[in-house]
């Protein structure tokens, strides 16, 4: 089975920045989209960002302006720049690799997911 981890979380104060990274146990070029989610207490799990294959990238509007999604092909790493962080980005933070081919999903893997909090 594929391992994603997720590691970066932590405690931060409002304003601030904070870098969460996702490695998977296969080389990410073999998913088609590599993503963020993330789970506040009481919310349902909502996409952050994600970037495909060819480096498109996608963003949830509430995160535009201050968080970035990048990759690093050779170490099989994704990667979340946090900025401008707000009391509202605390959640649970995981990562999420699918596997495409022929426009069908063979394969969703996710991390254990990461906490995140941002507080004063």
């Known amino acids: 089975q594929v391992q994603v981890v997720e590691s970066g979380g932590g405690l931060v104060q409002p304003g601030g920045s904070l870098t969460l990274s996702c490695t998977a146990s296969?080389?990410?070029?073999?998913?088609?989209?590599m993503a963020w989610y993330r789970q506040a207490p009481g919310k349902e799990r909502e996409l952050v960002a994600q970037i495909t294959s060819i480096g498109d990238t996608n963003y949830a509007d509430f995160v535009k302006g201050r968080f970035t999604i990048s990759k690093n092909i050779a170490e099989n790493t994704v990667n979340l720049q946090m900025n401008s962080l707000k009391p509202e980005d605390t959640a649970v933070y995981s990562c999420r690799a699918e596997s495409w081919q022929l426009g069908r999903r063979l394969a969703d893997y996710w991390g254990q997911g990461t906490q995140v909090t941002v507080s004063s």
């Open positions: 296969r080389s990410i070029f073999s998913f088609y989209i």
